[in-house]
């Protein structure tokens, strides 16, 4: 798995795994307020040695504080942290993971937030 600029397109459009596919992620829309959300990350075991979160990091301009972590290489894991940034970015980001089979969680709150 690779991201990289997406060749088909200008330079603020990134590929995910699926460009093939005709499924980039556009980031010229991505520019909104901050915002902070309690997220879990659920990874199988095909994921724990790829650095698919650190990279979602570097990609979306997000900032991850990881609150609890469990993962096991045979087994896989989940990663629960507050991620703060542009609401966009956040749900671009959310996106990517998903397509990489990654799943998405909301943590608590009273407010229903579908990822």
């Known amino acids: 798995m690779s991201i990289r600029p997406c060749r088909n397109t ?9 460009c093939d ?10 520019s909104s307020e901050a915002t902070t ?6 990874f199988p075991n095909t994921q724990v040695n790829e ?9 979306f301009d ?5 609150r609890r972590a469990q993962v096991e290489e045979n087994v896989g894991g989940y990663i629960m942290c ?3 940034g542009a609401a966009a970015k956040i749900d671009l ?14 943590i608590g709150s009273d407010e229903v937030q579908a990822y």
Do not use: H, W
Not at 51 to 59: F, H, S
């Open 37 to 42: 959300v309690k997220l879990n990350f659920t």
């Open 93 to 106: 980001m959310v996106e990517y993971l998903k397509g990489v089979g990654v799943g998405v969680g909301f």
């Open 21 to 30: 596919q005709g499924r980039n992620i556009d980031m010229s829309d991505a």
């Open 51 to 59: 650095p698919v979160l650190a990279k979602a990091v570097q990609l």
């Open 10 to 18: 200008n330079v603020d459009t990134f590929c995910s795994p699926f």
């Open 82 to 84: 507050q991620v703060s």
């Open 62 to 66: 997000v900032t991850v504080d990881v």
